[in-house]
């Protein structure tokens, strides 16, 4: 049972546009979200996080956005950069963070000169 | 640099054979994960530790699998009689409970080959 899912394995965007990537999830008990980007060969990285009690939270380039009726996340990028260029994790947690991370399977993102 | 590190970075080794991982988290962190990844998937909880009490183990860590961080700060992971299957990334994360975040923070990884 895939509780936290990213239907989108790839994206393609043009630099300087908006990326917006989406994640869903099933289980109503989550009320930490988070996400990360990874490049080959490394450790994904923390980007930005959201509690349930929120339903935006911006950081710099970065923005997520929460639907909790919808039980549905998006994180947008602007303005995409080359270096975005990566795999994106939407991961969620119950407690505040303070339990495990169930991760989405990712999105690749590929930004376009 | 006080990142989470991870040791080895890579592992080659035949089916049969016993394998360990070494993580050593921020130093500051209480808790503790181990999550394992496999090629087109997102990583895959394993288990985790609070100081040094190993406090839920997913049903995917099978009784093959071991872990233990014996004084609060590393911890090792341990898979006997390695299969094919096992092949995969190997990843630990940190945190620390009592951030107002959650943020776990990641290691490079391990990255396992069962032949």
């Known amino acids: 049972d895939q509780q936290v899912k990213q239907n989108s394995p790839s994206l393609s965007v043009q630099e300087g546009r908006i990326s917006i990537l989406n994640c869903d999830y099933t289980?109503?008990?989550?009320?930490?979200f988070l996400w990360y980007k990874k490049y080959p060969a490394e450790g994904p990285t923390f980007l930005i996080s959201?509690?349930?009690?929120?339903d935006k939270n911006e950081d710099g380039r970065f923005t997520v956005f929460l639907n909790k009726s919808a039980k549905h996340l998006s994180l947008h990028i602007v303005p995409s950069q080359p270096g975005d260029s990566a795999v994106y994790f939407c991961a969620a947690s119950e407690e505040g963070g303070a339990q495990k991370l169930v991760f989405g399977q990712g999105t690749r993102l590929t930004i376009n000169p | 640099d006080t990142g989470v590190s991870q040791d080895p970075r890579h592992k080659i080794t035949k089916r049969g054979q016993n394998v360990t991982f070494r993580c050593d988290p921020i130093s500051e962190h209480n808790r503790l994960y181990w999550y394992r990844q496999t090629l087109g998937q997102g990583p895959e909880f394993l288990t985790y530790?609070?100081?040094?009490?190993?406090?839920?183990k997913s049903r995917l860590l099978s009784d093959r699998f071991s872990a233990e961080r014996p004084k609060g700060s590393f911890s090792t992971l341990e898979i006997q009689r390695t299969e094919q299957g096992d092949s995969a990334m190997y990843l630990c994360?940190?945190?620390?409970?009592?951030?107002?975040?959650?943020?776990?923070?990641f290691g490079p990884g391990t990255r396992l080959t069962v032949l």
């Open positions: 289980n109503s008990m989550f009320d930490y």
């Open positions: 530790f609070q100081n040094e009490a190993q406090l839920e």
């Open positions: 994360a940190s945190s620390f409970l009592g951030y107002s975040g959650g943020e776990q923070f």
């Open positions: 959201i509690s349930s009690i929120k």
